[in-house]
């Protein structure tokens, strides 16, 4: 196989993988058994594709294998016989040179997986973990790390929300309208959990994971076509098309982290920009603006400021005090620290963070101590900074953060053998 090829699967791999699974599960009718069919589709992909060539509908080709190689699978199976009816043994074929059904609309596999694994019978905490698995592609020891729990534990209870959606019996859709409103506040979440693994991705080389902040993106847009009377759907879109304007910015050609306010404003998505203030106008006229809408009304402050220091910071920090009243959590608490440090300066801030350091909730949140470490830098007490930014870099797990502030670090420890008198 040539590298060329290994090159072009695994670029599929990235960017088709979990649109595949999610129609492999809904032709299977089984999380285990669609995960197996996506592993051998891409082995036999490897084989036929270097004999033959890359088929012009890579997507159809695989979903086809996969699905015809798990019914093969299962009809050697004892368990096919009791499965056969769920799974249509009668018309398991899918004809590669025939395209896809037509996603465009709210009949999407996706938006369908995602409402599966938002069912009120899954607990949060498995609603959360399914997702960052089957939509994310998180690997179990990815997920067990951003839930904090042991590999084996996270693993249990993958096997556990599986087995109660076959043995429950959950459907695989998007539910009836009657039930839309009881199920919509877990879908934006997870929705929202997909855009920021991709924006801010939780651990390896890459600071964004551009294929995931596309597909959420998408996904709301699905979700407001869906259910356009629902402010906070649009409010979530905003957020996420706020954020992702920036994203080119983000970083340095060679994969640098940029701080907001050092970012090239140029290179932001006046488009996107645009579309999001917009969203976000219409969901403030709303009767109630829910939290999706207040952190997209600070995402847009942000974007419209022309440079840093226009940004309307004392506007932003009321608006991190609305969203504490609305979405109480220790990480608004957090970012409304940083606000208010921004408008009333360091001190103030760095006496807000502290009050949340010592109730121990983010006790292991690298971001809280990369932000004390900032402020401690900006009050010149740069031993005290030095230590918070060496605790921020023992748990951060993301590359480009963890150079970030490995350079932080140095230039502190610069700073002050440049202040050391030479010996004479």
């Given at each position: 196989m040539t590298a060329e090829l290994e090159q072009e699967i695994g670029r599929v791999y990235r960017t088709e993988s979990r649109r595949i699974l999610a129609t492999l599960?809904?032709?299977?009718?089984?999380?285990?058994v669609a995960e197996e069919a996506l592993q051998d589709a891409f082995g036999v992909a490897l084989e036929q594709w270097a004999r033959d060539g890359i088929p012009s509908n890579p997507r159809t080709w695989l979903v086809s294998t996969g699905r015809n190689r798990a019914i093969d699978r299962m009809r050697r199976d004892a368990r096919f016989v009791a499965r056969s009816d769920d799974v249509g043994a009668d018309s398991v074929a899918v004809d590669p040179t025939e395209p896809m059904e037509n996603?465009?609309?709210v009949e999407d596999d996706r938006l369908r997986l995602i409402?599966?694994?938002?069912?009120?019978?899954?607990a949060p905490e498995s609603q959360v973990a399914l997702t960052l698995r089957t939509i994310c592609g998180l690997t179990t020891?990815?997920?067990?790390?951003?839930?904090?729990?042991?590999?084996p534990t996270m693993a249990q209870r993958l096997v556990r929300a599986t087995g109660k959606i076959r043995a429950a019996r959950i459907p695989y859709g998007i539910p009836p309208a009657s039930e839309l409103p009881g199920r919509i506040d877990a879908v934006l979440a997870v929705v929202y959990l997909v855009f920021t693994e991709g924006y801010a991705a939780t651990s390896g080389d890459e600071l964004i994971r551009r294929e995931l902040c596309g597909e959420a993106i998408r996904l709301g847009r699905l979700l407001v076509e869906l259910m356009p009377t629902v402010s906070e759907t649009s409010g979530l879109l905003a957020l996420m098309l706020l954020h992702d304007a920036r994203r080119d910015a983000r970083s340095t050609a060679t994969g640098e982290l940029v701080l907001l306010e050092e970012q090239d404003r140029t290179r932001w998505n006046r488009e996107q920009i645009e579309e999001g203030v917009r969203l976000v106008d219409a969901s403030l006229r709303s009767a109630r603006v829910g939290p999706y809408a207040i952190q997209a009304a600070i995402a847009a402050l942000h974007a419209k400021a022309p440079t840093p220091s226009d940004t309307d910071w004392r506007q932003i920090a009321a608006l991190y005090a609305l969203l504490l009243e609305r979405a109480p959590s220790a990480v608004?608490?957090?970012n409304h620290a940083v606000a208010v440090a921004m408008v009333d300066g360091p001190e103030a801030g760095l006496l807000l963070i502290d009050a949340i350091d010592a109730r121990g909730e983010?006790?292991?949140y690298h971001l809280?101590?990369?932000a004390r470490a900032d402020l401690l830098r900006r009050l010149g007490r740069h031993d005290e900074a030095t230590r918070a930014y060496e605790r921020a870099l023992e748990l951060a797990a993301l590359e480009p953060e963890r150079r970030?502030?490995?350079?932080?670090i140095s230039e502190l420890q610069s700073h002050d053998s440049d202040r050391v008198p030479a010996r004479s």
């Open positions: 599960i809904r032709l299977l009718g089984d999380f285990d996603e465009s609309g409402f599966t694994c938002c069912h009120p019978a899954l020891e990815e997920i067990a790390r951003s839930f904090l729990v042991p590999v608004v608490e957090l983010l006790r292991d809280l101590d990369a970030f502030l490995s350079r932080r």
